[in-house]
């Protein structure tokens, strides 16, 4: 089997469906942040103190590859390829809720790097909120339709605020903010 096809060495590649896109193009750069994230989160998967984390991190990750197959669908498919529901958004604020009951959530912006593990999770979050924003183009500009990966997201980042302080929380360290 060979690992590669020599069909976008033109610059173009295909979708979900009959089209072809070039690389360049805004979906295609929203499946790459997503795609970028969820390397990230293999990161944050890898180095966490935290079973729980691990376990969560890995949901997250298969839910990422459900937003991109949604993302790469083209417009006569996109009706069979929506896959991130309300149900899915509801699931993170619960783990929002679950994990920020744990913490002490800090009055200032904290900054990130107290542990290594708390700044992986730190960095994640900052490339999800990239794909919330470049998912946010595609949806204004009209090429996506399911307002729930815009939310999906959104709560994405939040969760991912709330793992970086329970991170740093079980490795015994406290957050450091802009303010001492």
Same mark, same amino acid.
């Given at each position: ?11 173009? @590649?295909?979708? =979900? ?8 193009? =805004? ?19 890898? /180095?966490?103190?935290?079973? +729980?984390?691990?376990? =969560? ?7 990422? $590859?459900?937003?991109? @197959?949604?993302?790469?669908? @083209? ?14 958004? =509801? ?16 009055? #200032? ?5 107290? @542990? ?15 794909? #919330?924003?470049?998912?946010? +183009?595609?949806?204004? /500009?009209? +090429? ?21 302080? $329970? ?6 360290? #406290? /957050? ?5």
């Amino acid at each position: 089997m060979d690992f590669f096809t020599g069909s976008g060495d033109a610059g173009d @590649t295909g979708l =979900l469906g009959k089209e072809r896109i070039s690389k360049a193009s =805004l979906r295609i750069e929203v499946i790459g942040c997503l795609d970028e994230t969820n390397a990230a989160l293999g990161i944050v998967r890898s /180095n966490t103190q935290s079973n +729980e984390i691990q376990k =969560l991190v890995l949901e997250i990750q298969r839910l990422l $590859y459900q937003v991109m @197959t949604e993302v790469a669908a @083209t417009e006569e498919n996109a009706k069979k390829f929506v896959l991130i529901k309300d149900d899915h958004v =509801l699931h993170i604020e619960q783990m929002i809720h679950q994990f920020s009951g744990k913490v002490e959530i800090p009055k #200032e912006f904290i900054v990130p790097g107290d @542990t290594k593990s708390g700044a992986f999770i730190s960095f994640a979050r900052t490339l999800i909120r990239k794909s #919330e924003r470049k998912m946010t +183009e595609l949806f204004e /500009n009209d +090429e996506i339709k399911n307002i729930q990966l815009l939310r999906f997201l959104n709560r994405l980042s939040s969760l991912f605020f709330v793992l970086e302080l $329970y991170e740093n929380q079980i490795s015994g360290i #406290e /957050n450091q903010t802009l303010v001492k």
